[in-house]
Each structure stands twice: as C-alpha cells, then as structure tokens.
C-alpha cells in the first residue's frame, strides 16, 4: 500500500502548526508551479500495517520543507546546470566530487591546481557499477568549497565538544556566502567488466572516472566569472 502526495486542504483545520504547513506548501508550489506540483503528486511512501511510512518519512512536511530549500537554491546560490541533457534515463551511478581544501582556507580567488584534490571514491563503488551494467555520471560541484571557507579551526575547543572541527568563517556564524553555484554533468561512462574484476583493473576505470571530474572542474572554473556570479 502506498499513499501519493497531495494538494494541501485549506479548509481543514490543522492547528497553528498546519496552518504554518499548509503556508509553507503553498510557498512551494508558488515557486515550483505546475511542474513541481506534478512532480510531488508522483512521490509514493510505502506503508506499514499501522498506516505509516515505516522510515518515518511525511510527504505533508517533506513538500512544506521543500519551500526554503527550493528558495535558496534559486534566488540565494542561484545554481545553475550544464549538461544536464546528458543525464540518461534509468539508473546511474553519480561519479561526484566538488573541490576541497586539504589544509583549510587559503583565500578566495582560487583557480584549480594542486591546492585542490578530488573527493575519494573507491573500487567497491566500481565494482557495483560494473556488476550492475550502471553507467557511472561524472559530476562535479562548483561552489560549495567556497561558501564557508575556514578562517581558522578551534581544534581543541572542538575535542572539548566531541566536534570533528570548530571553523571560524567569514560570516562568524553557522551561515553560508551567496556564492553561486555550478553543477557541471559530463557524458555516462560504461565499463564492461565483471564484479570478479581485480581491484588494479577497478582502480584504473577509477581513475578514468576522477579524470573526467577533473575535466569538468577545469572547464568550470575558467568559464565563470567570480564566485559570485
């Protein structure tokens, strides 16, 4: 049993709460339009024998949560897509990676050398990719490095809270720059190969995907403008 997604009620009552989750609905779908609205009315959540989704998942509060998210992401970080055309159809595995510091800030005019490395992913994320004949999709992030860069990290006021770290941003609190940012899709790489395959030949179609992301990032890098526009 399954239960779809539907259009908010406005005349039924749900309390300051509802009411604050129905606003936020509508917020949604005056951002989305048709299309978004269509799209959540597609969304499913399986149901256990006491009628709710066993992984505690409320579509009412997911598509009311959607209206912040939807808002930054197209007026505050302002992403925009290249190739996303090529995404296919069916399933993929997403070969991702976004730049990162490897010793915390360096300033903020960054072009893409070795300061930069490439997030890890291993031969176990290949090996299911070649077993289950999944194109792998590179994609590489631009941006999200530079939203909060790390001035300076209070490591042992950190240990004291069991945080991994306690970075000091330019902002000084919690709250991201209004960087823009750029989602760069590369063309579906397929590998032939079985899951028996050696970690040595999984590595090498590893480094064939890291490669890919590194094209794209280059590409991104030297066509904007600033990392805020």
Do not use: C
């Amino acid at each position: 049993m399954s239960t779809a997604l539907v259009r908010y009620d406005e005349d039924k009552p749900r309390g300051l709460f509802g009411r604050l989750r129905g606003a936020m609905q509508k917020w949604a779908l005056s951002q989305g339009g048709p299309e978004l609205e269509a799209r959540l009315a597609r969304l499913v959540a399986p149901q256990n024998e006491y009628g709710v989704d066993p992984f505690g998942l409320e579509l009412d509060f997911a598509k009311a949560a959607i209206a912040p998210v939807l808002w930054l992401y197209r007026n505050y970080f302002r992403v925009e897509t290249h190739g996303i055309e090529q995404v296919p159809q069916g399933r993929v595995a997403a070969g991702e990676t976004i730049m990162v510091f490897p010793e915390g800030t360096r300033g903020l005019n960054k072009t893409y050398d070795k300061r930069y490395r490439l997030q890890e992913f291993g031969s176990g994320f290949m090996r299911i990719a070649v077993e289950t004949q999944t194109p792998v999709l590179p994609v590489a992030v631009i941006g999200a490095e530079e939203q909060a860069p790390a001035l300076f990290d209070f490591k042992q006021v950190a240990k004291i809270f069991g945080f991994p770290a306690l970075p000091i941003t330019p902002t000084l609190v919690p709250f991201p720059l209004p960087v823009k940012y750029h989602l760069w899709f590369g063309e579906p790489m397929r590998f032939s190969g079985t899951a028996h395959d050696d970690d040595a030949e999984l590595e090498r179609k590893v480094s064939e995907v890291k490669r890919a992301i590194e094209t794209l990032l280059k590409r991104g890098l030297k066509s904007r403008g600033s990392i805020f526009r």
